[in-house]
């Protein structure tokens, strides 16, 4: 007998989801109830993740649940905010029990990790699509945002970049499997969201952003936003062992990492004289944390190998759904 609605919602996803302290009522009425703590503000993303757009088609569900959670995730850790609950709107061609689950699976290992409730959601019929809508908590006024960034700031990016364009590429040609691939899909797969960071930095940083379509795109947001330019590093750029086995030219190297997106790292922009302790704050909370280049007051990036100009114009500066 096919599963209904209800069935879903009861047996996949309310019997196994967390009960976090501020959610007041969750699954069960038309609307979730909450509560938010005193001296806090509440912070609030939502991502739809479109089957062939967002991932491949054939992607393992518990992947497809997995990344839909970490990319909401990824949006909090850019804010300095801490997770507490999310809803899900799940579209999909039919209700298979087996899917659902794997799905469930993979929504619940990650949300675990931050002691997260599903409050709430929808499922309806159609082309596999997954809307998840996260809520998190940061003390009063202490959000960080894109505008804040100064001449003279440092800006550093976390762990590698370019891994889940690589992985990517590697799942479109059918590559052969090795050591390398599979670290690089795994990338792609399962982001790791960098929330201990992003709570880490929301005292020191000037301005954040999570790298999702791309750095040169990303970073272009805080520039935008801030009014000022930067020059950027190529061989400052933290590339994966991984990433530099499976790609040998430089050049391309520095594509994937400057365009490839999908890495879900932050781009964070650090007073000139927070860089002494860098190496203390990363080490503090287990991350890899690289500075990369300077704010200029001058609007546009400028890219440089050591002092040597380069010149990348003509390469896709991130991604862009409706072009």
């Given at each position: 007998m096919p599963l209904s609605e209800f069935d879903i919602i009861q047996h996949c996803f309310a019997s196994r989801t967390h009960q976090h302290r501020d959610v007041k009522r969750g699954i069960g009425d038309d609307a979730a109830v909450m509560a938010v703590p005193i001296d806090h503000d509440l912070v609030v993303a939502v991502d739809t993740l479109v089957e062939g757009v967002h991932f491949p088609v054939d992607t393992p569900a518990r992947y497809i649940a997995w990344k839909a959670l970490a990319v909401n995730l990824s949006d909090l850790a850019a804010m300095g905010a801490e997770p507490a609950w999310f809803t899900l709107a799940l579209t999909m061609p039919k209700a298979d029990e087996a899917w659902l689950n794997d799905f469930a699976d993979g929504l619940f290992e990650l949300a675990d990790?931050?002691?997260?409730?599903?409050?709430?959601?929808?499922?309806?019929?159609?082309?596999?699509t997954v809307t998840i809508q996260i809520a998190g908590y940061v003390p009063t006024d202490k959000a960080m945002t894109r505008d804040g960034a100064k001449p003279g700031d440092v800006i550093c990016v976390t762990n590698t970049l370019g891994d889940a364009a690589a992985g990517l590429s590697l799942l479109q040609h059918s590559a052969r499997q090795t050591e390398a691939s599979e670290y690089l899909i795994a990338r792609l797969h399962q982001p790791i969201p960098r929330v201990a960071t992003g709570r880490a930095l929301r005292d020191t940083a000037t301005a954040c952003i999570d790298i999702s379509d791309g750095l040169l795109a990303?970073?272009?947001?805080?520039?935008?936003?801030?009014?000022?330019?930067?020059?950027?590093?190529?061989?400052?750029?933290?590339?994966?062992?991984?990433?530099?086995?499976?790609?040998?030219?430089?050049?391309?190297?520095?594509?994937?990492?400057?365009?490839?997106?999908?890495?879900?790292?932050?781009?964070?922009?650090?007073?000139?004289?927070?860089?002494?302790?860098?190496?203390?704050?990363?080490?503090?909370?287990?991350?890899?944390?690289?500075?990369?280049?300077?704010?200029?007051?001058?609007?546009?990036?400028?890219?440089?190998?050591?002092?040597?100009p380069c010149d990348l114009t003509g390469e896709q500066q991130g991604y862009r759904h409706f072009e």
């Open positions: 990790q931050y002691q997260m409730q599903l409050a709430g959601g929808d499922t309806t019929r159609g082309p596999l990303d970073l272009g947001h805080i520039l935008t936003a801030s009014g000022v330019g930067a020059r950027l590093q190529l061989d400052k750029l933290p590339l994966s062992a991984q990433l530099c086995r499976a790609v040998d030219n430089k050049q391309d190297q520095w594509r994937l990492a400057l365009t490839g997106g999908d890495d879900y790292e932050l781009c964070c922009c650090l007073p000139a004289e927070v860089l002494p302790h860098l190496t203390q704050i990363a080490d503090r909370i287990g991350d890899r944390i690289t500075p990369i280049g300077v704010i200029e007051a001058a609007a546009g990036i400028r890219l440089y190998d050591q002092e040597t």
